[in-house]
């Protein structure tokens, strides 16, 4: 395009109808990237490609899979957006959940990037960046707005979701117009009265939408996702039928519905007691950015003074809905919790659904409580939680508003990306524009041709551990699977430098594999193969340190293997004396 208009000084003084066809023509190519979400729920970001610029929507993080030892968190590859940092524009945030903006930190140690995201997420990323000591160039948006980042022209547009302010985006760009729902669903009585703004999905479908990411968490769900209005009805139930001491866990996130427990608590004459770090936090933020406006700081008090008020004055909003090992309602049901004893018919309600992973550790504690002969109140029996997330009628009501040319399904595993492919077919959408990516491929768009290009770039986990980024390699994970499920034998032998010769017995050390003193017989078999595999080596002449730690490594390991099927990790250390 810039090369038409500076070289070509003919065509550059056509009438304006004629360069406006010309342009319509020429569109320049676009490309759609994921870097992350897509064959997972998690690590949502996805990049937009277009005349030399990107823009980057969302940047989150997954939790690791039950097989990565030791590591904390898991974030898209940032290789590809690395090489071409000069035309990384800006990041757009959908909301605030982590799996959108975890990864922001990690992002902004490798590039400066200006971020656009609504108040509550963007308060959120800041309180994340101070733990960094990270600094960002951060633009508070709100629905409605429309904003330039380089040549992309954005709207941000108002959904429903689990989190207050939520985001779907309208990207405009001389490529094209690209819809990215973010995570929402259709409530039409949300707690804070903000409905989705449909009438403008549908301005958007008219105008012509040429790919639309969405949501596909929900879409193996039926029907319609209630709405909040269903919390508020069960809440109300609980606190009408109760005297006793009532103790709600939840996600800190989920301002709104902590704002009706507030609400509710206040109407039955309760005071209100925050226990765990992230609640506190997230309450202390959605306090100074207003969303509790309407709730004099008096209701509140402090969790150390909960116990000296009387059980039907006191209401206890807690984190730890997820079963996580150090949070206050995990510290509560194991009686760690410096303030709160938990009493029978204590009412303890879990307001959220176990994410995939958690079901375990949720009922450990669920059984802990009934122990304590507490009434625990679940989800699953009353409806103290509803989903964030959109089922399948309102997926087919967004599709048949925005009926864009191309279609990928989005934030969701393959069983979902494939589940949402087939109701956009089953809607009319023709099968070759829809478009099943994985993270790192990328969906490049022409005026004329759609290419799929699997491998892009790389799409890779890359690992966190502790604050080190991408320093722990599969190597490592193997290591660490192995020590876990096997332990660790050492073998130190001390060799005469000059000769070869053994100095002394070799000595075996073990950690984790078996009880020594139980197994004399086994270590002194063990120490036989040492000796046998040095006077193998020895005649072979191969007692250089390497081929000696290689050979006594092999030997040990068949050995064990054949008499213990175990294999721990085996570490020769050889010392020339
Ligand atoms: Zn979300
Ligand atoms: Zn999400």
Known sequence: MTRYRNNNKRRAKAPAKAIQKNKEKVRPPFRIIPLGGMKEIG????????????????????????????????????????????????LIITHGHEDHIGGIPYLLQEMSVPVFASPLAMGMIEHKLEEYYLNCEGHVIKSGDRF????FSVEAIQTNHSIA????????????????????????????????????????????????????????????TPSEAVVRRSIDEIFDNTDRRIIIATFASNVHRIKYFIEASM?????????????????????SLGYLDDIPDSVFVDVSEARNIA???????????????MSALTRMAYDNHKSIKLKKNDVVVFSSSPIPGNEKVI???????????????????????????????????????????????????????????????????????????????????????????????????????????GDVGSVVLKDRKKLSQAGLITISVALDSATGALM?????????????????????????????????????????????????????K?????TTKKSPMIIPVILYV
């Open 311 to 325: 059980d039907n004055k006191i209401t206890i909003i807690t984190t730890g809905s997820q079963g996580e090992p």
């Open 363 to 469: 009922s450990q504690i669920v059984n802990r409580l009934y122990e304590k002969e507490v009434d625990v109140v679940l989800a699953s029996a009353m409806d103290v939680h509803v989903s964030g997330h959109a089922s399948s009628e309102e997926l087919k009501l967004i599709h048949t508003l925005i009926r864009p040319k191309y279609f990928i399904p989005a934030h969701g595993e393959y069983r979902h990306l494939a589940e949402h492919a087939k109701l956009a077919n089953a809607l009319g959408q023709s099968k070759d524009r829809i478009f099943i990516l994985g993270n790192g491929d990328a969906l490049e768009v022409n005026g004329k041709e759609t290419h799929l290009v699997r491998e892009f770039t790389s799409g890779e986990d890359v690992m966190v551990d502790g604050y080190g980024i």
């Open 558 to 562: 068949t050995f064990i293997y054949n």
């Open 267 to 287: 109407e039955h004459h309760r005071r209100i007691a925050v226990s765990g770090r992230s609640m506190e936090n997230l309450l202390a933020l959605s306090r």
């Open 504 to 556: 002394a017995e070799p000595i075996l050390k073990t950690k984790g594999f078996i009880f020594v003193e139980e197994h004399m017989d086994l270590i002194r078999e063990a120490i036989n193969v040492v000796y046998n595999t040095i006077g193998k080596s020895t005649s072979k002449g191969a007692l250089d340190e390497a081929s000696l730690s290689r050979a006594i490594k092999s030997d040990m």
């Open 148 to 151: 330039s980042i380089g040549c």
């Open 43 to 90: 690590k949502n970001c996805t990049l937009i490609e277009c005349n030399d610029e990107i823009l980057i929507i969302d940047c989150g993080f997954a939790f690791p899979e039950y097989e990565m030892f030791g590591i904390d968190i898991v974030i898209p590859d940032f290789t590809y957006l690395k090489e071409n940092i000069e035309k990384v524009k800006g």
């Open 165 to 224: 302010d939520s985001l779907a985006y309208s990207i405009k760009f001389p490529g094209g117009h690209v819809v990215h729902t973010g995570d929402f669903k259709i409530d039409y009585s949300p707690l804070d009265g903000k409905v989705i703004d449909l009438n403008r999905f549908s301005q958007l479908g008219d105008q012509g939408v040429d790919v639309l990411l969405c949501d596909s968490t929900n879409v193996l769900r039926k029907g319609y």
